[in-house]
């Protein structure tokens, strides 16, 4: 592991701010590290309110969107709402369906078919609109591209209002609105919203005209918080006041089909992580295995009993899920090895029998093993398909780009694409892929990195500074759980391997032969050898608590170790 340790701040700002907050330098730098540098900014970041949230109607079309959507009610008109078949457009489409039929009832839900249809908008999907008299549709997660489905609904006299949270090309669709923040010509403050916030948006916008306050929206905020999770998207902003309240509504009235996925956890409340880790990857199975419809059925359930049958029923999907990708996972590994590339700059595998919903998992895994550049290919129709996943800091859409002549089309971003191409471009895609990266990367990126906020004496962690440290809650990108360093630790005599195959690493460190912190080390067993007979060493660590026998004590959580 590379550690790396985040530049330090400036002195003044953080000696002011410690000042005006009446708090330590480390928890002032801390902040500062994450954009924080006024009182008002702290107030905003340990207090969000629902009265930061925006005003709808700075967003560029909001006008038109509210307009068209109230016209179809008064005219009696059918909507279909529209969305992708992951946790972003299945939530988005829960919460516009739900928040709709409360007071309107033609409405209808269409997610497309991973297999059969693909990412978005869908000439299927419009057919089914037209087919069953549907004249508007409310695209979410998807649509700012879609200018030749947009054109073909238009002719059929279906109009669009799009909600997306994806960069827009250089022309955008035809639709009568295109809510995104990301629209050039778009003011809206904050540009950082997933496709089910910019969901949320609009019904927040709709409720004015029912004379419905942001009160009246926070049942439908658990569904907001599950996509923010699931979409790794900044919890900055709005997303935090979002994801803040909807952790709230999940841990104490979710909705039924949420409540279904989680009533048999023993955690006693949930975390940004455990929706990432439980709930996202129980939903997203759905698509994956079968078809994103199930997603939404479970969603919008409102009988409980009738959620936990759905619910189980995803939790099968589930556990095919995880079957597949062990096994394919299993199969791409001793790929690598029989071919002899465990040295290469890139990971390239095929099977023509992969499961195509789960190759994209399987590209991540291969990233634990082999940290660089990864690509998957199964067979899709009379075409190789395939997820890419990339290393911090390499941008895997350009170095598609550069190989683009062998493929039939690509797209994604820097850490993530998918990609299609003809089997006898295989071999020569994958030896131009090598290629360009070999060329490109730099070379220490292919060393996994831990971020590091700050080095701190294991004097400074007392109880109080982690009660502040948990007010940083909810955790996520651009305001990561933070991370320190400290050196000149000792074990007390107490480390040892602990799990079933002696993994995981258990310990007890000391600094200046003060009271230390029991710890663990997650699959860090092999580095007890470091630590025995009071090696000196340093540690990569986060403090957390740990429970045992009704007992809570704070703990470190050691990221990585190495000799002082």
């Not at 279909?80 to 078949?85: A, H, I, P, Q």
């Not at 990195?449 to 400074?460: F, G, K, P, R, Y």
Request: aromatic share 10%; with cysteine.
């Amino acid at each position: 592991m590379r550690w790396t340790l985040k530049p330090e701040p400036n002195s003044e700002t953080i000696s002011q701010l410690a000042s005006e907050l009446n708090v330590d330098t480390l928890i002032a730098k801390l902040l500062v590290q994450r954009g924080i540098s006024t009182y008002e900014d702290a107030r905003k970041f340990f207090r969000p309110s629902l009265d930061d949230l925006h005003d709808p109607y700075l967003m560029k079309d909001m006008d038109k969107a509210v307009e068209r959507i109230e016209k179809a009610i008064e005219n009696n008109e059918n909507i279909l709402v529209f969305g992708d078949y992951d946790v972003d457009g299945t939530t988005a489409v829960s919460l516009m369906s739900s928040y709709l039929r409360s007071f309107y009832p033609n409405v209808a839900t269409y997610i497309p078919d991973r297999y059969n249809e693909g990412y978005g908008v869908s000439y299927q999907g419009i057919d089914f609109a037209d087919d069953n008299g549907f004249s508007l549709i409310i695209a979410l997660d998807c649509g700012v591209k879609s200018i030749e489905h947009v054109a073909y609904a238009k002719a059929k006299n279906i109009d669009f209002v799009i909600c997306d949270h994806h960069r827009p090309g250089d022309v955008l669709p035809d639709a009568v609105a295109v809510l995104d923040p990301k629209r050039e010509d778009c003011q809206y403050p904050y540009d950082e919203l997933c496709g089910c916030g910019v969901g949320f948006k609009l019904i927040q916008a709709l409720a004015a005209n029912r004379n419905q306050t942001i009160e009246d929206l926070i049942p439908y905020l658990d569904l907001v918080a599950t996509a923010i999770a699931a979409d790794i998207v900044p919890i900055t902003g709005e997303n935090r006041v979002l994801a803040k309240f909807g952790l709230e509504v999940i841990n104490t009235n979710p909705r039924p089909g949420i409540k279904a996925l989680i009533q048999n956890l023993k955690r006693k409340t949930l975390t940004i992580t455990d929706v990432v880790f439980v709930i996202a990857p129980r939903i997203n199975a759905a698509g994956r295995i079968r078809h994103g419809n199930y997603a939404v059925e479970l969603l919008t359930e409102f009988d409980l009993e009738q959620a936990e049958a759905f619910a189980a029923q995803i939790e099968n999907f589930n556990a095919d899920r995880r079957e597949f990708d062990k096994q394919i996972t299993e199969e791409a590994l001793q790929q690598i090895i029989e071919n002899n590339e465990e040295n290469r700059f890139t990971t390239v595998v095929y099977q023509e029998d992969w499961h195509k919903g789960v190759i994209g998992i399987v590209a991540s895994r291969l990233t634990e093993t082999y940290y660089r550049p990864t690509l998957v290919f199964t067979k899709s129709g009379d075409k190789l398909a395939a997820s890419a996943r990339s290393v911090k800091d390499f941008d895997v859409y350009n170095a598609l780009e550069a190989c683009s002549e062998h493929l039939e089309q690509f797209g994604g971003h820097m850490y993530a694409a998918g990609m299609t191409l003809k089997e006898e471009n295989y071999e020569k895609f994958k030896d131009a892929f090598e290629r360009v990266v070999s060329e490109t990367i730099s070379r220490d990126l292919l060393t996994p990195e831990i971020s590091i906020d700050a080095e701190v004496h294991l004097s400074e962690i007392t109880p109080k500074f982690f009660r502040i440290l948990k007010q940083f809650e909810p955790f996520g990108p651009q305001n990561m759980t933070p991370i320190f360093i400290t050196g000149a630790l000792t074990d007390s005599g107490y480390a040892k391997k602990i799990g079933g195959n002696e993994e995981h690493l258990k310990l007890y460190v000391k600094q200046d032969d003060a009271d230390g912190f029991g710890a663990v080390g997650f699959g860090l067993g092999d580095k007890l050898s470091l630590i025995q007979k009071k090696q000196s060493f340093a540690a990569v660590f986060s403090v957390d608590e740990n429970e045992w026998n009704g007992t809570i004590s704070l703990q470190l959580r050691i990221r990585d170790i190495k000799n002082d």
